[in-house]
């Protein structure tokens, strides 16, 4: 999987998070080893099927920035990672997918968004099922961090 | 969502696991409130896309149900959800998708599957982010229970 297939969720991300909730995150560095797992409080997962790929997309957030998110986002303080939080994790998930699968389209990559799917539990760790290299992209924020996590099977 | 597209996942999960794993489940009451939600210690997730219908699948299992599993299936006994019993619940969430898959494109209803992911930790809980109804089924087992929960947004 080459930066032209992953840029577009990292854009994906950063701008969703800054133009909805004035939240600026810093791209860390990859990691790229197979044992490497991303883990935080919430996550939105979506499955992407195409007519000659399928993949999976995960965002991972720590639990003080996603609750600082939602208080920009929706001008609506929650001290736990409630329903509202998770469909609001949701909605983000669909964004960044949404935002990339335009941007891979132009390109000639065509795919289908399944629906989103979004777990909560304290540090639970995500593994993408896929042959192939995995990559993890961490971001800092002072609040927490976040993982985005984008996987093919070709 | 009628019995027609749930049953196919339901025959997917119980003949699974026990052809593969000798373990009998025993099905529960449905569950359709909305505000309900699986919890479990591991999750297996795929994304569904078909030409007209998109959605998601979640396979959730308590850490004692799903050691004894791995021991039956593969004769390997793990005292943790490592990084085998993911690789196990993905091929599992694999097979269950795949034979509702057959069975439900026999009756004229075609998706494409996704890649799964597998999420890790105590009592985490699943929501899957659709409009319409959820249905979430739970199963009953002397070792814990597992909860399969199958979600289309038409």
Same mark, same amino acid.
Do not use: W
């Given at each position: 999987?080459?930066?032209?297939?992953?840029?577009?969720?990292? #854009? #994906?991300?950063?701008?969703?998070?800054?133009?909805?909730?004035?939240?600026?995150?810093?791209?860390?560095?990859? +990691?790229?080893?197979?044992?490497?797992?991303?883990?935080?409080?919430?996550? #939105?997962?979506?499955?992407?099927?195409?007519?000659?790929?399928?993949?999976?997309?995960?965002?991972?957030?720590?639990?003080?920035?996603?609750?600082?998110?939602?208080?920009?986002?929706?001008?609506?303080?929650?001290?736990?990672?409630?329903?509202?939080?998770?469909?609001?994790? #949701?909605?983000?998930?669909?964004?960044?997918?949404?935002?990339? +699968?335009?941007?891979?389209?132009? +390109? !000639?990559?065509?795919?289908?968004?399944?629906?989103?799917?979004?777990?909560?539990?304290?540090?639970?760790?995500?593994?993408?099922?896929?042959?192939?290299?995995?990559?993890?992209?961490?971001?800092?924020?002072?609040? !927490?961090?976040?993982?985005?996590?984008?996987?093919?099977? +070709?």
């Amino acid at each position: 999987m080459n930066a032209e297939f992953v840029n577009p969720f990292i #854009g #994906g991300l950063l701008n969703v998070l800054e133009t909805m909730a004035q939240t600026t995150l810093t791209p860390g560095k990859p +990691k790229r080893k197979n044992d490497d797992v991303a883990h935080g409080d919430v996550s #939105g997962l979506i499955g992407m099927v195409g007519p000659n790929v399928k993949g999976s997309m995960s965002i991972t957030f720590d639990k003080n920035l996603i609750l600082s998110i939602m208080q920009n986002m929706l001008g609506e303080a929650s001290s736990e990672i409630d329903a509202e939080v998770a469909d609001m994790v #949701g909605e983000i998930t669909n964004m960044i997918c949404g935002n990339a +699968k335009r941007d891979l389209a132009e +390109k !000639g990559y065509e795919f289908g968004m399944a629906t989103p799917v979004v777990v909560s539990g304290k540090q639970h760790s995500i593994s993408h099922q896929v042959d192939g290299p995995k990559i993890i992209l961490p971001f800092n924020h002072e609040l !927490g961090k976040a993982y985005l996590e984008i996987c093919f099977d +070709k």
